[in-house]
Nanobody, 119 residues
Framework: QVRLVESGGGLVQAGGSLRLSCAASGSIASISTMAWHRQAPGKQRELVASITSSNSTNYADSVKARFTISRDNAWNMMYLQMNSLKPEDTAVYYC?????????????WGQGTLVTVSS
């Protein structure tokens, strides 16, 4: 099992910055990928950014050049630095992790942290 706890959300004005953190615990050594997803009111959950065990990163087009995902080497912590925030970035942001064991994929989600960007 992997437990994920997000922090760092809050209210910020457009153009401002926030840094989200995700603390992972449990069977973290076998994590292969972690990611940030978000869900805005009335919309489907979408991938924001992901990072692999080889530190390969991927970003949604809407956040490229504004957001940066990073992690520590042991998968204890993952971060999302969000700059030049826009009102359309308002959403609940979820930490996600996946791991493989005995040929099976396991997925884990945090409880989410709310980011509100005012215009």
């Amino acid at each position: 099992q992997v437990r994920l706890v997000e922090s760092g959300g809050g209210l910020v004005q457009a153009g401002g910055s926030l840094r989200l953190s995700c603390a992972a615990s449990g069977s973290i050594a076998s994590i292969s990928t972690m990611a940030w997803h978000r869900q805005a009111p009335g919309k489907q959950r979408e991938l924001v950014a992901s990072i692999t065990s080889s530190n390969s990163t991927n970003y949604a087009d809407s956040v490229k050049a504004r957001f940066t995902i990073s992690r520590d080497n042991a998968w204890n912590m993952m971060y999302l630095q969000m700059n030049s925030l826009k009102p359309e970035d308002t959403a609940v942001y979820y930490c996600y992790a996946e791991r493989y064991r005995s040929g099976y994929q396991f997925e884990y989600w945090g409880q989410g942290t709310l980011v509100t960007v005012s215009s």
